[in-house]
């Protein structure tokens, strides 16, 4: 999307017709649209390729649920500010599950890196075990 495209408003008819998720030849021209412009943003924020694409996925799918309650109003606010702010808050989605797959990461790296504690615990019925494999190697 070119900037001066940024600037054009979004039609209120397309919005309009929107609110009804089955209209797939609305919602192509919205995503043919705004899929870059989202994209961008997420990328310029600094997430991976795979990230970004997530961004604009998730904001897709959180456009179609809130679509149909969606009140239009050309004073007061654009629906690109709103689109911004959705896109915004993906973003920040991304971010957190960034950090929790890598705080889970080091989990799992210091988990494997000790000995379970399970490990160190000795076995009631290995002692048995190894009683019996011990008197019975004797008698070979």
């Keep these: ?9 979004t039609r209120a008819s397309l919005l309009r017709r929107l609110k ?29 390729d795979a990230e970004a694409q997530d961004v604009v996925q998730e904001t897709a799918i959180s456009l179609c649920k ?10 007061g606010g654009s629906f690109k500010s709103w689109l911004r702010k959705l896109t915004a808050w993906r973003i920040g989605d ?4 960034r950090q929790h797959n890598i705080q889970s990461d080091k989990r799992l790296a210091d988990a494997t890196a000790r000995t379970a504690t399970v490990d160190g615990v000795p076995d009631p019925a290995g002692s048995s075990l190894e009683t019996i494999w011990t008197r019975s190697g004797n008698r070979i």
């Design 1 to 9: 999307m070119k900037a001066e495209d940024e600037l054009i408003p």
């Design 20 to 48: 009804d998720w089955q209209d797939e030849a609305s919602w192509k021209v919205f995503f043919d649209t705004y899929w870059r412009l989202i994209y961008n943003a997420a990328i310029k924020a600094g997430l991976s």
């Design 66 to 75: 809130t679509m149909p309650k969606f009140q239009y109003k050309a004073v």
């Design 94 to 97: 991304q971010f957190r599950n």
